[in-house]
C-alpha cells in the first residue's frame, strides 16, 4: 500500500527536502504541499492524504490549530498528523498532541526516522516514546487546567486495562509492561487495543494524556 503525504510548512527548501527524502521511496508518495495551516485545509479538501507532515509555527493558521480541524473533521481517522517541531517549542508540541495528532519529531530528525515515522502513524500507532510524551506533560503541566473528577468513560475498563493504562501513562514499553505484570508481550498488546477501543482513543499518546487530564497521573509522580 502507498502512503499519501501531505507537507505543511512555510519554508520552501524545507517542502523540498521532505518531498525529495518522501519521492526516494516506493512505498510513500507526496500528494500535496501547503505553505499554513490554512492551505493545508484547503489542499486535504481536494486530496485524499493518510499522513499529514506538521509545522508547527506558520503565519495566518498555525500547526496546533490546523491539526486540530483536521483531526475534528476525521470520520475514519484519516489523515493522522505527525507534527515535527524543535526544542524550543515543545509546548506547542503538546497543544498539538492534545489537539489529536499522533506524535511529533524535532525537525533535525534524520531521514531514515522521518520516513519510519511516517510508516507508523499511517499504520495507526503513535511515533511518541511514552518517556517523551510523560516529560512533556511533566513539563507543561500547568497548561493543563483543572483535572476533572474523573472521566466516565475509565469505568469501562477492567481492574487489569485500568492497570496497564497506568503503565503506559508512567511511560512503559509493551515489553517493560510485560515484565511488570508478569504476562506475554502479545497480552500486553491486546489490552492496550482494548483501552484504545473502549476509550475511544487513537494511540498511546492520547492515552497518556487522557491519564494525566484525568488525574490518574500526576506530573512527577
Do not use: W
Request: charged fraction near 25%; hydrophobic fraction near 50%.
Amino acid at each position: 500500500m502507498t502512503v499519501r503525504v501531505v507537507i505543511v510548512d512555510d519554508q520552501a527548501l524545507v517542502r523540498a527536502g521532505f518531498r525529495m527524502v518522501l519521492d526516494s521511496q516506493p512505498d510513500l508518495a507526496v500528494v500535496g504541499e501547503a505553505i499554513d495551516g490554512a492551505d493545508a485545509l484547503r489542499v486535504l479538501a481536494g486530496v485524499e492524504a493518510d499522513v499529514v507532515v506538521m509545522d508547527l509555527r506558520m503565519p495566518t493558521m498555525d500547526g496546533v490549530e490546523a491539526t486540530r480541524r483536521i483531526c475534528a473533521a476525521s470520520t475514519d481517522g484519516r489523515p493522522r498528523v505527525l507534527v515535527l517541531t524543535t526544542f524550543d517549542t515543545e509546548a506547542d508540541a503538546f497543544a498539538a498532541l492534545r489537539a489529536g495528532a499522533s506524535g511529533f519529531l524535532l525537525k533535525n530528525v534524520p531521514p531514515e526516522e522521518l520516513l519510519a515515522a511516517i510508516r507508523v502513524v499511517a499504520e495507526g500507532d503513535s511515533v511518541v516514546a511514552p518517556s517523551i510524551t510523560r516529560r512533556l506533560l511533566d513539563r507543561f503541566a500547568d497548561r493543563l487546567g483543572p483535572a476533572p473528577a474523573q472521566d466516565p468513560r475509565l469505568a469501562q475498563l477492567t481492574d487489569r486495562e485500568r492497570e496497564i493504562l497506568l503503565l503506559v501513562a508512567q511511560g512503559l514499553a509493551n515489553a517493560e509492561i510485560a515484565a511488570r505484570v508478569h504476562v506475554a508481550e502479545a497480552t500486553v498488546k491486546t489490552h492496550v487495543g482494548r483501552i484504545l477501543a473502549k476509550l475511544q482513543l487513537r494511540d498511546r499518546v492520547q492515552v497518556v494524556v487522557l491519564a494525566y487530564e484525568s488525574g490518574l497521573v500526576t506530573p512527577g509522580g
